[in-house]
Each structure stands twice: as structure tokens, then as C-alpha cells.
């Protein structure tokens, strides 16, 4: 158990349906990343918050994607109009970070999104 | 962009003997890190390996970097059943602000 939770961790939708997930990081974590993850890769990066700034999005985060850290505790990632191609793994993590040597990130168990 | 590759994409080996994984990667880093992840759950944190360190154990973990070839292996010894999973490097940038993972080796320890 890594301490951070993610709402829920089943999602099957329809193609067009907006879909939002929930991430409550370790309490006392100032970062928290947002990736996706398909079948047989790794987890890519979509963007990453400090507090509640997001600092960081990837190309990979088009503009149905959007990601919120309002008050610096957990966020929400919410995917407009959804796509087949949308259906992943979305992981979420957290670190505590003081400087850039030594960073360790903790995930959560992943929210699974279907788009049918 | 994913940055690190790990070889072999997939391993296959009995209980009780050594596991090496390898991983390259692009550019200058911060540190690397390993994670393992069970099939459909999220990933655990192994190790953490600084750039100007060469070599880190960790119980039967055993992780080395050479920043000269941008490469690093993970050894897991006398394998168990329960090692079976997949394994992530993760390259982290010199900001540290971001973590790029490879493509991750599949591991299959058989009883």
C-alpha cells in the first residue's frame, strides 16, 4: 500500500462521454504526476503539479484532457468527449520533493479506462 | 517521450537462479530509478541510483549505472515465484521534474 488512492479504478464509457478521476496523494506530498499507461508500455507522462500549480503538460495531453490541483491536495483528471484510443491505464503519483537528487515518485494501483 | 529501453523485453527463468535486466537511456540524468508492477496494479518503487553512484544493493537487488554507456542493470538473485512481474527503469532528468519510463521487462519466475 503506497498511501495514494485513486477513484475508481474501473471506468467503461461510451465514445463522447466525459469521464473524471479522483487522486488523493500521500498527505504530506507536494508533487503529483498524472501518467497513462496502454498494454505491454510504460507509463507516459501527461503532467505534474506543485502545490496546486501545474508546472508541466505533455503534448500527450491534448485539449479534452484537463488536470486540476485546486488546493494543493488532490486533483482530478478529466477527459472531454472521450476517444477509443483513450483507453488506458491512468496512473497517478506523488513525491515529497526538496531538490532535484534524489526524487522518488509513488503510484497509485491506476484508474482502468474502457471507451466502447 | 519515453527515454529508457529495457533488454530483455521479456525473461523466462527457474526459481532460485539470477535475474539481469538492463536498461539504456538517451540523455543526462539526475538519478535512475527501478520499479516493479505486478500485471494490472500500479508500480512499486525498488531503487534509486544516483548519477554519480555505480553500484546499489538493496536485499537481492543489485542495481549498477555506467554514465559513460547511459546504461544500468538490475540483478535480482536467487529468484522466487513471486518476483514475477514487470520492471521499469525510470531515467530522471537533471531538474529532476520529470521521470521517463521504458518499455519495462516482462519476468516470469517459474516455481
Known amino acids: 500500500d503506497t498511501g495514494v488512492s485513486q477513484d475508481p479504478r474501473h471506468k467503461i464509457t461510451k465514445r463522447g462521454q466525459n469521464v473524471t478521476f479522483r487522486c488523493d496523494p500521500i498527505s504530506e506530498h507536494n508533487r503529483l504526476y498524472w501518467y497513462r499507461q496502454t498494454l505491454g508500455q510504460g507509463p507516459e507522462f501527461l503532467t505534474y503539479?506543485?502545490?496546486?500549480?501545474?508546472?508541466?503538460k505533455s503534448r500527450l495531453l491534448s485539449d479534452r484532457f484537463s488536470a486540476e490541483r485546486p488546493k494543493g491536495s488532490f486533483s482530478t483528471l478529466e477527459i472531454q468527449r472521450t476517444e477509443q484510443g483513450d483507453s488506458a491505464m491512468y496512473l497517478c503519483?506523488?513525491?515529497?520533493?526538496?531538490?532535484?537528487?534524489?526524487?522518488?515518485?509513488?503510484f497509485g494501483e491506476g484508474s482502468w479506462l474502457t471507451v466502447v | 517521450s519515453q527515454q529508457g529501453e529495457e533488454d530483455p523485453q521479456a525473461l523466462s527463468i527457474q526459481e532460485g537462479e539470477n535475474a539481469t535486466m538492463n536498461c539504456s537511456y538517451k540523455?543526462?540524468?539526475?538519478?535512475l530509478q527501478w520499479y516493479r508492477q505486478n500485471s494490472g496494479r500500479g508500480l512499486v518503487h525498488l531503487i534509486l541510483?544516483?548519477?554519480?553512484?555505480r553500484e546499489k544493493h538493496s536485499g537481492r537487488l543489485r542495481v549498477t549505472l555506467d554514465t559513460s554507456k547511459k546504461s544500468s542493470s538490475l540483478l535480482i538473485t536467487a529468484s522466487r515465484a513471486a518476483d514475477t512481474a514487470s520492471y521499469f527503469c525510470a531515467t530522471v532528468h537533471s531538474t529532476g521534474n520529470q521521470f521517463y519510463f521504458g518499455t519495462g521487462t516482462s519476468l516470469t519466475v517459474i516455481p
Open positions: 541510483i544516483r548519477s554519480n553512484e
Open positions: 540523455t543526462s540524468i539526475n538519478n
Open positions: 503519483a506523488s513525491s515529497l520533493w526538496r531538490d532535484s537528487s534524489g526524487n522518488t515518485i509513488y
Open positions: 503539479f506543485q502545490n496546486e500549480a501545474q508546472l508541466e
